[in-house]
């Protein structure tokens, strides 16, 4: 999935939200704006932060769906993955107890996590967008965030969008205060 960003200075106050596009497809259909949550988890050491910026961003009916989906990170996928490899390895392990024999030749973990592996792609990979859409997941996202060191005050937001089209209007309208 391609995504391009923007750099937009946050110093000046609001972002201006472009409206009259669905910010997923770009259709002009029945576009409204739908409350959305956009958040940036930061992990530091063992510990970590979330930022969340509430917009309105616009979506047709199709797409609206779609506004709620965060988008997930390799690390939620890795996650994913352990989950269902541990769970499998208890299970072919209860197994092979029942039955009193070895059914993989003392490969049950590796039996495991090729399984764990193969449904975990399975499922994050039949979600795919439709026709038409440019994402599954919240095709606006907040990717970093530039901040004063002393007071923490975000003074810039990088955001990603999956539509082109959708980040050039966004570009025009915040045009005093995009950075690249
Ligand atoms: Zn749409």
Same mark, same amino acid.
Not at 54 to 75: D, E, I, M, N, Q
Not at 106 to 113: A, I, N, P, R, T
Not at 176 to 180: D, K, L, Q, S, W
């Given at each position: ?6 750099e ?22 029945? #576009? +409204?704006? %739908?409350?959305?949550? !956009?958040?940036?988890?930061? @992990?530091? /050491? ?7 910026f ?22 939620h ?11 499998l390895?208890?299970? #072919? +392990?209860? %197994?092979?107890?029942? !039955?009193?024999?070895?059914? @993989?030749g /003392? ?7 090729g ?38 005050? +975000?003074?810039?937001i ?17 045009a ?5």
């Open positions: 999935m391609s995504e391009s960003r923007v937009i200075g946050h110093e000046a106050g609001d972002v201006e939200i472009p409206t009259e596009i669905c910010c997923n497809c770009a259709s002009t259909d029945r #576009v +409204v704006p %739908v409350p959305s949550e !956009l958040t940036l988890t930061r @992990f530091l /050491g063992l510990g970590g932060s979330e930022y969340t509430r917009w309105r961003l616009p979506y047709c009916t199709g797409c609206r769906p779609s506004a709620v989906r965060k988008p997930v990170g390799k690390l996928v890795g996650l994913m993955i352990g989950v269902w490899t541990f769970g390895f208890l299970a #072919v +392990v209860g %197994v092979q107890i029942a !039955l009193e024999r070895s059914l @993989f /003392g490969e049950d973990f590796w039996v495991s996590l399984l764990g592996a193969l449904i975990v792609c399975a499922w994050y990979g039949s979600r795919r967008p439709r026709n038409g859409q440019t994402s599954y997941y919240q095709p606006v996202r907040i990717r970093k965030l530039r901040q004063k060191f002393t007071s923490g005050e +975000v003074t810039a990088v955001i990603g969008f999956t539509n082109a089209q959708y980040m050039q209007r966004f570009r025009e309208r915040n005093a205060t995009v950075r690249t």
